[in-house]
């Protein structure tokens, strides 16, 4: 099967009884109409996770792209495409929509589909300002539809891994956590202009979701309430010449409603190859994600392993990894960002279909993207410390 899945929205038999196996809610007799905005993008990865869900189907695509589109839409066989956002959430054909676009469309297309009673599944970050992040935060409120961010790192079999051995407790009190983006993008800079305007045109951390968005599930309750953030200095010219206005790595100290500190380092200019490892510090254990070249993640418990020497964390699956990633269905083991992609979707259909609150609702969402955006006012302060505001006081 290739990455699209199966064209239209049935599966086979057999994939229907396998997914039914491990989550009930899959085989519901509601079927989710979906619209894709950017369905040529970042949309595309979730066209087979949406196949996959025995209550989704996907009715509409939307994209900038003409040309693009129509072929895109001829090889899925979808009769609907938009080259206009609102068009589509006018059309009543979806129920629910994937925000796929740039950073900067997330916000104003989330706003018109929450308007419209449409739930929004939105990729990272929530939005570009914090102002706009206001207004969602008071469109959720508002609608009757949900709103969920598809902060995809939080799906990764390792980070949940941790999180369930966080929660049971092994780690003892959390002190510090580190997360990092370091992916090198100059040359896709300059072919998805919107990177270069909205993620290297500012100084700051202008893509903190994926670094933070599982130390904030290993913290749990907590949110960054301060942040204080420097950067290394300017040493790229972008391929026509011009210097970056951000900093090629910036890194930014977040103080904890709970206490604790988080180091936040991104990088999308400086010449490396791009690894994002994490860490966690406990009082009783601590955490360090793989570096690369064959490193394994690891973990050290006092409870467990008594001597300090680091243990792989992957012995610790048989008895803390949630059973639907021990044996994830094929959609999953396929899907994209090493399925985490297939889980985000799972998530958000259910908590539309239960009216329950999504795992990560407008609040959550907010709490990994606000610090982002508050180290932008830092670093223009000469690293002041900045307060992080509680979108839940909004
Ligand atoms: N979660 C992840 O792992 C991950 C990975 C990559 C990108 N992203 C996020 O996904 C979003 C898209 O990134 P990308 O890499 O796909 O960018 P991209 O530029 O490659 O693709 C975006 C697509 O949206 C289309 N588009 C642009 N404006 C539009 C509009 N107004 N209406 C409809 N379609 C429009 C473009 O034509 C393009 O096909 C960004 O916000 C990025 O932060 C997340």
Not at 70 to 91: G, I, K, V
Not at 152 to 162: K, P, R, T, W
Not at 188 to 197: D, I, Q, S, V, Y
Request: with cysteine.
């Amino acid at each position: 099967m290739d990455i699209l899945g199966a064209p239209g929205p049935c599966f086979s038999l057999s994939q229907r009884s396998e997914l039914a196996s491990f989550a009930p809610l899959l085989m519901s007799e509601t079927t989710l109409r979906f619209g894709i905005l950017g369905s040529l993008g970042r949309g595309s990865s979730f066209i087979r996770p949406l196949r996959a869900h025995g209550a989704a189907c996907i009715t509409a695509l939307c994209d900038i792209r003409t040309e693009a589109l129509r072929e895109q839409a001829e090889r899925l066989e979808m009769p609907h495409t938009f080259t206009d956002a609102e068009a589509l959430l006018d059309s009543g054909l979806v129920d629910a929509v994937v925000v796929g676009t740039p950073m900067q469309f997330h916000v104003p297309q989330s706003i018109l589909a929450l308007e419209r009673g449409i739930h929004v599944l939105s990729e990272v970050p929530v939005g570009v300002s914090i102002p706009e992040c206001h207004d969602l935060a008071a469109a959720v409120r508002r609608s009757r539809a949900r709103y969920m961010m598809a902060e995809n790192a939080c799906y990764f079999s390792d980070c949940v891994l941790v999180r369930e051995i966080a929660r049971a407790g092994l780690f003892g009190r959390l002190t510090f956590g580190e997360g990092e983006y370091t992916h090198e993008l100059k040359s896709l800079n300059e072919k998805t202009p919107w990177r270069r305007r909205w993620q290297t045109g500012i100084n700051g951390n202008t893509y903190p979701t994926h670094s933070l968005g599982p130390l904030l599930q290993w913290f749990r309750d907590q949110r960054v309430v301060s942040v204080s953030c420097v950067g290394t200095g300017n040493h790229y010219l972008d391929p026509r010449g011009v210097s970056y206005e951000n900093e090629d790595a910036t890194f930014t100290l977040c103080r904890l409603s709970g206490g604790g500190l988080i180091k936040l380092r991104l990088d999308m200019l400086s010449n490396r190859p791009a690894c994002s490892a994490c860490s966690l510090q406990g009082t009783e254990g601590c955490y360090e994600a793989p570096r690369g070249l064959g490193d394994q993640p690891k973990i050290w418990l006092k409870s467990r392993h008594g001597e300090m020497r680091w243990q792989p964390l992957r012995d610790m699956e048989g008895e803390f990894l949630p059973q639907a990633w021990r044996h994830p269905p094929i959609d999953a083991r396929e899907a994209g960002h090493s399925g985490s992609d297939f889980w985000a979707i799972q998530d958000f259909i259910t908590a539309v279909l239960e009216e329950s609150d999504p795992p990560i609702g407008i609040h959550r969402a907010l709490d990994m993207t606000l610090p982002g955006l508050a180290s932008q006012v830092s670093i223009d302060q000469d690293s002041q410390w900045v307060a992080v505001p509680d979108s839940r006081a909004w």
